[in-house]
């Protein structure tokens, strides 16, 4: 079990640097985010977009501003579970949460931060009749260890960056390996189709355009693949896996169960301190809502600063809070 | 004023009606006029989360450009007739057009 003083859900710029202005006051963090790497929506969806809102920079590329937030949290020694979702908060008899992930990891805290933004970032799913019957049995969303495909026989679906860049890693690794696009062409990374078009005509792999995948079977375990062409015609190949690769979406999730007052997907808090309902457990960036919230970074660093100074009675009960100035003290490291 | 119709998950329709000039996407109007749609990427074109089919109308809009057609390729449930709804200018070229909100909805 891993123990601290405030586990953060969601590892987006605000999640980030709630662990700054919590280091301040000495409060440990631990964070938990769906996605394996760090920085949210700015690392998932734009990295390279230029933000011009943040305080003190005319302009910053959204990658940019989260390597910065991981450098400005550094000496809190920040501890991280990535490519995990948050499950179950299961509240102590002295008040505590123990926050348990699908994994299996279990976060004793004393304060619960959610900083999830839109939610966790979850595959999207197509409609394929029997395709949930068949997750982790030959179904999966994104390819986590490719020497488990290595000599099965794979079928990709999908016609992005992903589907391209695993249908030519994977060329290499599985069996045989087989791309479903529905449409004839590929806008994505230009070098990666034309690398995708050449392996089908060494006959590498299987490139089967302007199809979808309608149904799949097996007997326990994934075993064939029915696909559907625009002409109408059926073609049923077997195989061992199934990596669908439709990019992601996010899903509010598990936090709808969690007996918090809940606003269109937002989280109602009051803005004394962006407490939820429910004590010890905060809500801070574009997860909550309150009169006149806006969805902006700044917005959710502001939230965070006030967020800890009242977490703050609960990690250290015995002590009273003093207010202090970064130029003053400076940073304090753990 | 610009006329346009816009159907919902469950298949009901109801036309929009948009000043001229508005200057706004169509996913913002669609926003507006309390549409449930997430557009997590605030209108970048990155997410597909304003995904909407044109039913009718499809060929008097702007073309699609290969960026959309790329998001657009990210989806499973992407048709002919896709079109991210921030990508779409609300202008003349939409008068008459049914559109159809064919993203996830929001959980």
């Known amino acids: ?334 | 004023m610009i006329n346009f119709i816009v159907e919902d998950r469950n298949g009901e329709q109801r036309p929009v009606e948009v000043p001229e000039g508005i200057g706004l996407n169509l996913m913002e109007v669609l926003k507006a006029s309390d549409y449930d749609i997430m557009a997590t990427c605030g209108g970048m074109g990155l997410c597909a989360t304003c995904h909407v089919q044109v039913l009718e109308g499809h060929d008097n809009l702007p073309p699609v450009s290969d960026v959309e057609l790329d998001i657009l390729d990210t989806l499973p449930s992407a048709h002919d007739d896709s079109r991210l709804a921030c990508q779409l200018r609300v202008d003349e070229s939409m008068e008459g057009a049914l559109f159809r909100i064919a993203s996830e909805e929001p959980s």
């Open chain 1, 1 to 334: 079990m891993i123990t601290t003083d405030i586990c953060i859900i969601g590892a987006g710029p605000v999640g980030l640097f709630a662990v700054f202005e919590a280091g301040l006051l000495k409060m440990r963090c631990h964070l938990i985010d769906a996605l394996p790497q760090v920085g949210g929506q700015l690392s998932e969806i734009y990295p390279q977009k230029p933000i011009y809102d943040i305080p003190g920079y005319p302009e910053v590329k959204a990658q940019e501003l989260v390597d910065n937030l991981m450098d400005q949290i550094a000496s809190f020694k920040p501890t991280f579970s990535l490519g995990e979702r948050v499950e179950v908060l299961d509240k102590q008899e002295d008040g505590s949460y123990i926050v348990e992930t699908n994994e299996g990891t279990r976060v004793h805290c004393q304060v619960v931060v959610i900083a999830a933004g839109l939610g966790s970032f979850e595959p999207r799913k197509p409609e394929i009749s029997g395709l949930e019957r068949f997750e982790g049995k030959g179904v999966s969303y994104m390819v986590k260890n490719p020497e488990l495909l290595r000599d099965r026989r794979v079928v990709l679906a999908g016609g992005g960056d992903s589907a391209l860049d695993w249908t030519i890693f994977l060329a290499n690794v599985a069996q045989e390996v087989t791309l479903v696009h529905r449409g004839e062409t590929f806008r994505g990374a230009p070098d990666s189709a034309e690398k995708v078009f050449e392996l089908a005509q060494e006959g590498k792999i299987n490139l089967i355009l302007n199809s979808n995948i309608s149904s799949i079977n097996g007997n326990g375990h994934l075993k064939e693949v029915t696909l559907v062409g625009k002409d109408k015609n059926s073609y049923t190949m077997e195989a061992d896996h199934l990596i669908p690769l439709f990019g992601l979406s996010p899903k509010l999730g598990p936090i709808a169960d969690w007996n918090l007052a809940v606003d269109k997907s937002a989280i109602n808090v009051n803005t004394f301190d962006y407490s939820t309902n429910v004590e010890r457990i905060y809500a801070i960036g574009d997860i909550n809502t309150y009169p006149g919230k806006l969805k902006l970074i700044l917005c959710g660093f502001h939230e965070a600063a006030l967020m800890c100074q009242s977490a703050f009675k609960y990690v250290y009960p015995n002590q009273k809070l003093s207010f202090k100035y970064t130029t003053v003290n400076g940073v304090p490291t753990f």
